[in-house]
């Protein structure tokens, strides 16, 4: 173990201490358990690949021909708000993933390891930009299928599927935190879909956020999500010419936005989750 040391730990008793490469070393290992997972429960799998596409289907198709956007096909406009929509319900993963240690006694085990105190949490939410790399790549070349295009340039369009795994990494904090909070496998999942739902909707990622009414469109307008919805559409090259720039200075930026809210997130909730992990026990 390298002499350099940066947190206490115990290990069977015995007090010890963590550098960077065993903390490194270890959030590899917790990262690998959780991504092996992809071909040991296949459940997991149909999850990650099947539901991007039904959402792209669905939405392209059921709502295609029904709503007008000056200057573009609906299907264009729509994609960035799908990929917004299932990297943040992929953040989900986390907190339930964390949620199902807890109840089966696996995360007293981790505690009683010589393993960095936030080896488990980072390693948990490395794994997961993994599931959401697959879906963002399922739903892409679906939304290609469909007659989605990326106008901008290739540099660009790396960007804006970067920044979208950015903003689900920080979401999955969130969802660390709280899946150490709550009994259940069940409770995060329903505790998700109260929150990421209305955060989705009530965004510009389906319609856009002036055809909303007074209160609704000003949330939409500061509303994170529809920040990196509109940072996808702008790196993607989904803009069309002549649309009216948005009046509020989180559209008129949104990648500057969506980078405060990911610095922000990640500072507040991944000290939050790992100091509620050192206190949390088996339920």
Known sequence: MSQTAIEPTTAGGAG???SWR??????????????????????VLVFVLLSPIMFVLLFAYVFGNSIDIPGTTYREFLIAGIFAQTVLFGATFTGAGIAEDMQKGIIDRFKSLPMSRSAV??????SDVIYNVLSVAIMA??????????????????????????FAYAISWVMAWVALLVPSVEVINNASFMVIFPLTFVANTFVPAEDLPGPLQTFAE????????????????NIPPG??????????NPVLYTLIWVVITVAVFAPLSVSRYQRSSTR
Request: a positive charge.
């Open 243 to 252: 649309t009216p720039e948005p009046t509020a200075w989180s559209l008129q």
């Open 121 to 126: 949490l980072a390693g948990r939410t490395a």
């Open 141 to 166: 070349l679906t939304g290609l299928a469909v007659g989605w295009r990326i106008r901008g340039s290739i540099l660009e369009a790396v960007g804006g599927f970067a920044l979208l795994l950015l």
């Open 22 to 43: 065993d903390t490194l070393s270890d959030i590899g290992v917790i990262a690998h358990r959780n991504v092996i997972k992809i071909t040991r429960v296949p459940e």
């Open 222 to 237: 500061w509303n994170p999500v529809s920040a990196v919805t509109q940072a996808a559409r702008e790196l993607f090259g």
């Open 16 to 18: 010890g201490r963590i």
